[in-house]
């Protein structure tokens, strides 16, 4: 059996029993056990000859109203953030606070509506940075590896194309990563992600798996070149795609809700948008979807150390 408990240090094999120890100050502490909040430490004094209890209660998590758990979100890798908190003007603050220059500008901000901790794309428009963002190109290109994280509503399941909910492009014909809702002239109720115009460039969860609901959709690019979607937590579309990060056209900027020539709007609701520059692992995706849109981020990580390699041998990059 698993040890449950620890008695000074030492584990033990289960709760319920009895454990002869020497007299004086002892130390009981419970093991993790998945699912439940670990309970605090308890240091009783043991009289010699006298058998003392001790309880530890496991408790469930606490929930917000929404029923996610009330636990931190990941912030390994984390270069950007929008929790779209600001609800005031034509500005969708990054609250990362990694790098500068990404903070998004609302083309049209009569077109949107902010709520509580929400904005809502009522009409067709963009928000963008207001240049390339270097920052996040030079992390992305470091490791090879990126993570696209929102938490949407779609205001309807019949726009395509796909429409842009995340996009680092420039038109319909050119983008360096592309996270949408539909195929291109076909079903609207499913995500696709796309990773540079080369060849076989799109990935498309199977119809169905997009509604209107609150819904987690996240897309990664491993850095041997897998990218997986994920739709509340769960893979469903991964390969290998072509395309590196390494020959991403860094003059392109960031967008919201649109491609940067004003095409493939799309209408719904943000409640949360977040940049990685790694490819976030199952477990964590699970601890994001978990925590919910309106969970704390932890101050993120440094930056990664230099891949020199990838510099060296791309031809764009070198060593210093």
Known sequence: ???LVSVDGVPRDMMGTTIAVAAGETTVCGEPVTGYVTPSCQTVDVPAGVTTRVGLAYGLPQTD???FEEAPRVSEGLVALYEFGDGSDGTITDTAGVVEGMD??????????WGQGTLTFDQPTIATTDGAPTGLYERVQTTGEFTVEAWIEADNLTQNGPARIVSLGKDTSNANVVVGQGSYQGAADLIEARHQRLGDYQLPTAEGTLTTDLTHVVATRAEDGTVTVYIDGQAQASRAMEGDPADWDTSYRLALGAELDKSRHWLGTYHLVALYNGALTPDQITTNHTAG????????EPEPEPRWWRRLFKGRWWWW
């Open 1 to 3: 059996i698993d040890p």
């Open 293 to 300: 849109p309106t969970a704390d981020t932890p101050q993120p």
């Open 65 to 67: 109203d929404e029923g």
């Open 104 to 113: 998004l500008t609302i083309a049209n901000p009569a077109a949107v509506t």
